[in-house]
């Protein structure tokens, strides 16, 4: 089993920035893919971003190209995700995901096997 453990949310102002950080700890050596979705109030979750095992390969939704970046550092088991020019449609509560390797890649977009408990983001004046 792999447990993650999310932190960093907060509340911003519209137009600033935020980090979010996600430790990974049990079998992480069975994991490869590794991401953040998000879920606003009444909505249902939605992807936000993926990097690959390697770092090499990164997926971001088209809503937060641009403005968010997301990496990972393996020798600390941590993923990130940086978040700037935030904005108010960033509200949401989100959450950190991970796929066991040798899953499809696909996986990573539609059905992570790890869930974090989520990390609240509010963007509001």
């Known amino acids: 089993q792999v447990q993650l453990v999310e932190s960093g949310g907060g509340l911003v102002q519209p137009g600033g920035s935020l980090r979010l950080s996600c430790v990974a700890s049990?079998?992480?050596?069975?994991?490869?893919?590794m991401g953040w979705y998000r879920q606003a109030p009444g909505k249902a979750r939605e992807f936000v971003a993926a990097?690959?095992?390697?770092?090499?390969?990164?997926n971001y939704a088209d809503s937060v190209k641009g403005r968010f970046a997301i990496s990972r550092d393996n020798a600390k088991n941590t993923l990130y995700l940086q978040m700037n020019t935030l904005k108010p449609e960033d509200t949401a509560v989100y959450f950190c995901?991970?796929?066991?390797?040798?899953?499809?890649?696909?996986?990573?977009?539609?059905?992570?096997?790890?869930w974090g408990q989520g990390t609240q983001v509010t963007v509001s004046t």
């Open positions: 995901v991970a796929v066991r390797r040798f899953r499809p890649t696909e996986r990573i977009l539609t059905e992570p096997d790890y």
């Open positions: 990097i690959s095992g390697s770092t090499i390969s990164t």
């Open positions: 049990g079998r992480t050596d069975n994991i490869y893919w």
